[in-house]
């Protein structure tokens, strides 16, 4: 069964820093999706990011990027510029063709002003 | 566009009582997900439909949780009877056409349920 591990229950940046979220995934699978949701308080879940394992280019949303590291099994999420608004809880993910959505298990992200 | 709409947002009820959800997706998505969300986790499957077929409910504890979507649009998740730890968050999400196995999913607001 597919795992993902979120290692950092809690992490805070000052704004306009940069954070890297950490997330780890134990797969057989070599095709695959991996995502970042971003769950604020009170309000719906949302795609942050999305990454195709079989693409070797780390995707980029504006001021969030992941490191994809394939053969490590590795899916960070890292958000420059950080903004008051980007204070949430963040969930990795991962999914295979004809498999469920597996979600971490979150990482809550504090933003300091 | 309108989002994926659910009610009600908040539910208190006592153990052994019966609770309803209601959930309608964006229009035109086809595939539509309930998820449940225990304080402190991430959310875990517990149906996904495609129309109004079920094509993955083996994480729904059967002998007290049924979910419905009779005619492909809008679905139903009830509880009976409740137990404490069925206290949580029941997200609603749906996918567009063809996206139902690439994770990319659109989430209601979720309805809490608190069982005393």
């Known amino acids: 069964a597919q795992t993902v591990t979120q290692s950092q229950p809690e992490m805070s940046v000052q704004e306009a820093e940069t954070v890297t979220l950490s997330c780890t995934y134990d797969?057989?699978?070599?095709?695959?999706?991996l995502f970042w949701y971003k769950q604020p308080p009170s309000r719906q879940m949302i795609l942050v990011i999305r990454q195709e394992a079989y693409k070797q280019q780390n995707a980029t949303e504006n001021r969030f990027s992941v490191n994809f590291q394939k053969a490590a099994k590795s899916f960070s999420l890292k958000i420059s510029d950080s903004q008051l608004g980007d204070a949430a809880m963040y969930f990795c993910?991962?999914?295979?063709?004809?498999?469920?959505?597996?979600f971490g298990e979150g990482t809550q992200l504090t933003v300091n002003p | 566009e309108a989002g994926v709409a659910q009610s009600p947002r908040y539910k208190i009820i006592e153990k052994r009582q019966s609770v309803a959800f209601w959930c309608n997706p964006i229009s035109g998505h086809a595939t539509l997900y309930w998820y449940q969300q225990i304080l402190g986790q991430g959310p875990k499957l517990l149906i996904q439909?495609?129309?109004?077929?079920?094509?993955?409910d083996s994480q729904l504890p059967k002998d007290r949780f049924s979910a419905e979507r009779l005619k492909g649009v809008d679905s139903t998740l009830k509880i009976q009877p409740a137990k404490l730890e069925d206290s949580a968050v029941y997200l609603c999400?749906?996918?567009?056409?063809?996206?139902?196995?690439?994770?990319?999913?659109?989430f209601g607001e979720g309805s809490r349920l608190t069982v005393l």
């Open positions: 999400a749906s996918s567009p056409p063809g996206t139902a196995n690439t994770g990319e999913l659109f």
């Open positions: 797969t057989s699978e070599s095709d695959y999706y």
């Open positions: 439909f495609q129309n109004n077929g079920v094509v993955d």
């Open positions: 993910a991962y999914t295979t063709s004809g498999s469920r959505l597996t």
